[in-house]
């Protein structure tokens, strides 16, 4: 058997993110909970990007710049579009909003869009990455916003305003 010294430490940090997130259900103080899950949010990505160089490693390949597969693209099109559309619609109709006498629409369907559409994107690379040999680290990346969109609807539930 080999050793995999990267995917010991993926699951390792994974279990702590899970753990962390159970900690954020039963922890009081909204500072200190707000602290936690962020944590929580940013050990699930080391995980996931321990988990990809383990797959990396294995596979004997070197991580390229641009996507090498279809899936690989449809992941960055897909975050880059939500991420416009979570960020940049908002930040037009915030900045147009004096100009309106009537009725704004709504912001909360484009960025509802927006966050399925990262996080959309995250699922198509975490597919291009495990099952089609992608090695892009573009399309890794492309994870951070849909951990970003996932943390935050999650939060919303969870914790309500």
């Known amino acids: 058997m080999t050793r995999r ?15 962390l997130f159970g ?3 039963v922890t009081r103080g909204q500072g200190f909970v707000g602290l936690l899950f962020i944590v929580a949010f940013l ?8 988990a990809a160089s383990d797959n990396l490693r294995a596979r004997h390949d070197a991580p390229t710049a ?4 279809r899936l690989g693209w449809w992941a960055v099109w897909l975050a880059v579009a939500g991420t416009l ?4 619609f908002p930040a037009i109709m915030t900045a147009v909003r004096p100009a309106f006498d009537g009725p704004v629409p709504s912001m909360a369907l484009p960025v509802l869009a927006g966050f399925a559409a990262s996080i ?6 975490l597919i291009a990455w495990f099952r089609r040999a992608e090695t892009s680290l573009l399309v890794l990346l ?5 951990l970003f969109a996932l943390s935050f609807l999650i939060g919303e539930f969870t914790f309500p305003h």
């Open 23 to 25: 900690a954020v259900l």
């Open 85 to 88: 559309l979570a960020t940049a």
């Open 43 to 50: 050990a699930a990505f080391a995980a996931l990007a321990l």
């Open 142 to 146: 492309t994870m951070l916003p849909a």
């Open 66 to 69: 641009k996507p090498r597969t």
């Open 5 to 19: 010294p990267f995917r010991t430490a993926a699951i390792a940090v994974g279990v702590l993110a899970i753990a």
């Open 120 to 125: 959309a994107g995250g699922v198509v690379a």
